[in-house]
């Protein structure tokens, strides 16, 4: 059974720092993992999708990586800004037919930037 | 705008009662999910479809119905059943660029 983990579960930092969140799986058999973000009782806004055959993904200030063979992906915010504070949240997909595209989420890093 | 419209944003049910939440996509996706997010638990997933007039079972499904007639609407229904159903319900479609998430319905039990 997949299960993600993230770390660290809570963030604050000052604006205009690097940071990077950390996402491990337990099983390196996925289609594709996906970074999403989540502000306070809002759905969920993908960040930026890595298919399996992929190492890396940028999008702006935000680049993600991925090392399937050892279980983890990263996701690097560059010059936080406090619009970046939310909840940002890893999901793998499993490969293979049983999987019907399921996603299986970590608990998620609460990302607090402050001014 | 392509996405995913759920309705209402905030529902709340009485001890006993069935309630429909709404979920609609305008983007041309076959397949469609519905989870549910509490505080402490991350996202589980419920009922999920892949075609119309195809639905399955997700991991916590009990206490829960779904239907599938149009490929752009994928409605939820809590039933009676679901001894605890406050929380945070989220629908999705998925392609190839993967997931795109509504903005979910928020359901108390009062």
């Known amino acids: ?115 | 705008d392509g996405g995913i419209t759920q309705s209402p944003k905030y529902l709340f049910r009485k001890e006993g009662q069935n309630v429909t939440l709404s979920c609609e996509q305008n983007l041309n996706h076959d397949a469609m999910y519905w989870y549910r997010q509490d505080p402490g638990q991350g996202l589980r997933l419920i009922y999920y479809s892949q075609i119309v007039n195809d639905f399955q079972k997700g991991d916590i499904a009990e206490g829960y119905s779904v239907s599938r007639e149009k490929k752009e609407s994928f409605p939820l229904t809590v039933t009676s059943a679901q001894k605890n159903p406050t929380a945070f319900y989220l629908c999705a479609s998925r392609s190839r660029e993967g997931y795109t998430f509504g903005s979910g319905t928020r359901l108390t039990v009062v």
Request: aromatic residues 6%; charged residues 15%; contains cysteine.
């Open chain 1, 1 to 115: 059974k997949q299960e993600v983990t993230q770390i660290p579960a809570a963030l604050s930092v000052p604006e205009g720092e690097n940071l990077v969140l950390n996402c491990s799986f337990t099983d390196s058999a996925i289609y594709n993992l996906q970074w999403f973000r989540q502000d306070p009782g809002k759905g969920l806004t993908s960040l930026l999708l890595i298919q399996s055959s992929q190492r890396e993904q940028t999008s702006g200030r935000l680049n993600a990586s991925l090392d399937k063979s050892s279980g983890r992906s990263t996701l690097y915010i560059a010059a936080s800004q406090p619009g970046d504070s939310a909840t940002y949240l890893c999901a793998v997909m499993d490969a293979g037919g049983t999987s019907y595209g399921k996603l299986t989420f970590g608990q998620g890093t609460i990302l607090t930037v402050h001014p």
